[in-house]
């Protein structure tokens, strides 16, 4: 038994970035990692059925992979009655790129969620995917998961396993799809001016750094109020923004924020009060194109940002750079 323990602890990092980039929840991806681990033990307790297994790390990503397929079949179900938009758990982080000050140990396995990154906007996007097409594009264009493999996932044909992928692709990359393609010193550059043009008040300066068709998403699970559904174009978005956090917006002087890494892209944690006085902690991510930013993702839910380390005294609107 000690062997399987050893033999699988080398595993679980890679596993638990397999199963939280194809899940977009940490809870769900350890679940799914656990299970793993129990039908291995269970399994290959006898060291002749050992023995038969060539090659561990794709018979456990294997395992673990039809675990999360059914997931994600059981998991569109529940999100069809998920109180307004739903948005992953964000994998949040400091601008140095280590480990939170609090929150959650930086055991191997959540560096190995915190380093393989895609960014807010490509996990948002995976959620349009039917659960076998997700499945595809993750193994094979992220884990490089030869498609025979895929396909003996997906009970299916090699061929078939590669028109999923392909028709995965073609929907990320749809254009009204937010696209993110900036360094990190263009999103530096682009956030500070959202932030001085949202601090200003004036909606000309903001609509200067909002793409035409950027969209904004906000999931609070039903706690606080947002819009039921995603809010779309630049005017829109942005006298959104400034009711909020403008110079008058409903949040204004009560806000304390952060730079971040959200998903390893450049993002905001804020902390503010409602207005019935309970304590809201948000954490904002940002797709960035061209200049210009194309999406905004709002994460507000509690029960998603439960690990995520408190503000400091220091941390006042609007943040250092």
Known sequence: MQDLVTEFEAERGRLLAVAHRMLGSRSEAEDAVQETWLRYAGALTDPDARAEI????????????????????????????????????????????????????????????????????????LERLAPEQRLALVLHDVFAVPFARVADVLGTSEVAARQLASRARRAVTAPDAPRHTADPAEQRRVLAAFVAATESGELDPLLRV????????????????????????????????????????????????????????????????????????????????????????????????????????????????
């Open 210 to 321: 909002l793409a035409p068709d950027v969209v904004l998403v906000g999931d609070s699970g039903g706690h606080f109020p947002t819009a039921r559904r995603p809010v779309v174009g630049a005017d829109t978005v942005g006298r959104f923004t400034l009711g909020l956090f403008g110079r008058t917006g409903r949040y204004a002087q009560r806000m304390r924020a952060r730079p971040v890494l959200v998903d390893g892209a450049l993002g905001l944690h804020l902390e503010m009060t409602h207005s019935d006085g309970r304590p809201i902690r948000l954490v904002t991510a940002f797709a960035v194109d061209g200049g210009l930013i194309t999406g905004i993702f709002n994460q507000l839910n509690p029960e998603k940002l439960a690990d995520l380390p408190p503000l400091g005294d220091d941390d006042w609107w609007p943040p250092r750079w």
């Open 54 to 125: 060539r090659d561990l790390s794709a018979w456990l990503t294997t395992t673990c992979a039809r675990i999360c397929l059914d997931v994600l079949r059981s998991a569109r179900v529940r999100r069809e009655a998920y109180p307004g938009q739903w948005l992953p758990e964000p994998v949040v982080g400091p601008l140095d790129g280590g480990p939170p000050s609090g929150g959650y140990a930086p055991d191997p396995a959540e560096r190995a969620v915190r380093t393989d990154q895609v960014g807010t906007a490509l996990r948002v996007l």
